[in-house]
């Protein structure tokens, strides 16, 4: 069934409606209660409940292996634990988050180290291990199966941004630590990719001419929609999960950066459009010109007309309910709501300077990568 007018099913018409109210309702929440550190949210709860389910069962597999192995007395139980054995890696067997050893930028830029620490401490969190430059537009942060924390930052959107904004990422990601966002991330997130394992196993190859595969495909089927029903609802309820950690990372970055210098951050992403298509048409111009000029323009070209109508089109965005972020114009609601911030940690001129001197390079690099993606598609 679709929606008359507009071609979406009615699953994903009910699915914007529940996240723009999702969006609506969290910001109030958090402006009227004026918290600014996170609390455990009923879906963030049954979540890690539900993750800690799928662990359970994938340590009594282990157990069960190791068991049968060990004291079988028949070569039929015996058989059975290393089945359960073979189950339980089938579960972990997806790859983790891997980086290079070192500090990455932290090393490089004494400057930048300097200001991550300060930011960090504002925040009350730990400074990351390591931060790199990627040619994407977005920043993000992730932690490796040995506990390193790896503070990922978007070089269009570094360059893009003025210096308090900058504060303001650094701020909105290290929060994300502060908060302990990664750590509980990475639970439910590998709990996620033990049940698509499952699922993965239990579906075969997928050909229907195989009769073996099609009686498989029967016989699995009750088990596969059982796990497929509960992927969903764990997708379903880290969505708004995800929203809280969003939220008040960004309460952090106001903390940090002032009132202003978080409003010209969520601003600025708002005109990735605008950046990411300045970038294409740049890279594929005869002679190639390097990238930061036009990502520079259309950052001087945000004034505050640009603005509003960045705004204007934010707003007319869909947010589903299984995203992992708020719609920006609600965030934007949320860190003009709260009560105004001077900032904490200030980028004057002649740190930003520093900071641009030591990182130009890596930037640059980074950008380059990005203009030869556009010229390989």
Do not use: K
Request: charged fraction near 25%.
């Amino acid at each position: 069934m679709t929606v008359p007018g507009d071609g979406r099913s009615r699953r994903d018409a009910f699915h914007d409606y529940a996240g723009a109210a999702l969006d609506r309702r969290l910001v109030d929440e958090v402006v009227g209660t004026r918290r600014e550190r996170p609390r455990l949210g009923a879906s963030t709860v049954v979540l890690v409940l539900m993750a800690t389910a799928v662990h359970l069962v994938l340590l009594a597999l282990v157990v069960t292996g190791v068991g049968l192995l060990a004291a079988g007395s028949t070569w039929v139980l015996r058989v059975l634990g290393v089945v359960a054995l073979l189950a339980a890696v089938a579960m972990v067997a997806a790859p983790g988050v891997r980086v290079p050893r070192g500090s990455g930028l932290l090393g490089e830029s004494p400057a930048l180290a300097g200001l991550v620490e300060e930011v960090a401490g504002c925040v009350g969190g730990p400074t990351p291990h390591r931060v790199e430059l990627s040619p994407e537009f977005t920043a993000f942060v992730t932690s490796t199966r040995t506990g390193r924390r790896v503070l990922t930052i978007g070089a269009p959107l570094w360059v893009a941004l003025g210096p308090q904004a900058r504060v303001a990422l650094l701020g909105h990601e290290l929060g994300h630590f502060a908060h302990r966002d990664v750590l509980s991330g990475r639970y439910v997130g590998a709990a996620m990719v033990e049940v698509r394992a499952w699922l993965d196993v239990l579906a075969g190859n997928g050909d229907p001419d195989d009769a073996a595969q099609r009686a498989m495909a029967a016989v699995t089927w009750p088990v596969r929609a059982v796990l497929t029903g509960y992927l969903r609802l764990m997708t379903l309820l880290d969505g708004p999960s995800r929203r809280r950690q969003e939220v008040f990372a960004d309460l952090a970055s106001v903390r940090v950066a002032g009132t202003a210098g978080a409003v010209d951050l969520l601003e600025t992403v708002l005109a990735e459009d605008g950046v990411v298509v300045a970038c294409n048409r740049t890279a594929v111009t005869a002679g190639r010109p390097p990238l930061r000029p036009a990502i520079e323009a259309v950052a001087a070209g945000l004034d505050d007309a640009r603005r509003a109508g960045l705004r204007r089109a934010g707003a007319s965005r869909r947010s589903r309910i299984d995203d992992s972020h708020p719609a920006t114009v609600e965030r934007l609601r949320l860190v003009e709501g709260v009560e105004r911030r001077e900032p904490a940690v200030v980028l004057d001129a002649a740190r930003e300077r520093e900071v641009e001197a030591q990182l130009a390079p890596h930037v640059d690099d980074a950008l380059r990568w990005l203009a030869a993606s556009f010229l390989s598609r």
